[in-house]
């Protein structure tokens, strides 16, 4: 079992950032990939950014590339989304999630967080 809880979100205006953090315990947190998803009201949820275990290599949405970076500190079983340029279409909750494989697909994650919620103000 991971659990994992999510915390950085809050209210921003257009342009504004925001830097989430996820912070896991129980078993051992370098042996996932860490990845973020959102879901906005009335919408699926949807992939965001995802780490692999030593945090060699990520991956992002195309509406999030250039303006959002995913990272990881594994000494401190915590993984980080700092979020810059946010835009209103932005809003949502943001959830963590951990999986042993990479995976860009929800469906996909074993654990998850309860969610921070992000709003953008236009």
């Known amino acids: 079992q991971v659990q994992l809880v999510e915390s950085g979100g809050g209210l921003v205006q257009a342009g504004g950032s925001l830097r989430l953090s996820c912070a896991a315990s129980?078993?051992?947190?370098?042996?996932?990939?860490m990845g973020w998803f959102h879901q906005a009201p009335g919408k699926e949820r949807e992939f965001v950014a995802a780490?692999?275990?030593?945090?060699?290599?990520?991956y992002y949405a195309d509406s999030v590339k250039g303006r959002f970076t995913i990272s990881r500190d594994n000494a401190k079983n915590t993984v980080y989304l700092q979020m810059n340029s946010l835009k209103p279409e932005d809003t949502a909750i943001y959830y963590c999630?951990?999986?042993?494989?990479?995976?860009?697909?929800?469906?996909?994650?074993?654990?998850w967080g309860r969610g921070t919620q992000v709003t953008v103000s236009s």
């Open positions: 999630a951990a999986n042993p494989r990479l995976s860009i697909y929800y469906t996909q994650y074993d654990y």
């Open positions: 129980g078993r051992t947190f370098s042996s996932y990939t």
């Open positions: 780490i692999t275990r030593s945090g060699g290599s990520t």
